[in-house]
């Protein structure tokens, strides 16, 4: 993780030391940040998060693969990101990327419990053996099911 910022070093290296991110670039114009993004794409093997509270970074936050912008930006930020949080705690994003891994993980299970309800309740409903209210039953319990899977995993309890 890196961070880039306009702020001088001795803001940066507390923010930075806060949230465990060892490489940060301070005291840095628009115009720097995204040529530092720029950069990082030749570097980085996988996807640049852009998170932004201010104006002055639209470019940058356009430049990235994904941008986030704190409660506290303002317009231009919040409609050039694609995620907007409505508060402008950091903690939310770490839980958000955390949150992330379980959920995509969850993904397969949901997909394999729909497939199953589905594969069991339609040729049983066109048989004539479930009638509509044991089928529409089915069907919420199958919803249900999948977002308890999903919620259970996104909060870390079964992962």
Do not use: C, Q
């Not at 069991?120 to 053996?129: F, R």
């Amino acid at each position: 993780m890196v961070m880039l910022s306009g702020d001088r070093l001795d803001r940066v290296k507390a923010l930075a030391d806060s949230l465990g991110i060892r490489e940060y670039y301070t005291e840095l114009t628009p115009e720097d940040k995204v040529r530092v993004i720029m950069e990082l794409r030749r570097w980085v093997n996988g996807n640049i998060l852009m998170i932004r509270d201010g104006v002055n970074d639209a470019a940058a936050m356009a430049s990235s693969d994904v941008s986030i912008a704190m409660g506290s930006s303002v317009g231009v930020s919040k409609n050039t990101a694609d995620i907007v949080l409505l508060s402008n705690d950091l903690n939310e994003v770490l839980l958000m990327l955390k949150r992330r891994g379980r959920l995509s993980k969850a993904i397969p299970s949901n997909i394999i419990l729909a497939l199953l309800y589905n594969a069991t309740e339609i040729p049983l409903a066109i048989l004539g053996v479930l009638n509509v209210f044991s089928t529409m039953l089915i069907m919420t319990l199958s919803l249900a099911s999948i977002f308890i899977n999903a919620t259970l995993s996104g909060s870390g309890i079964m992962g």
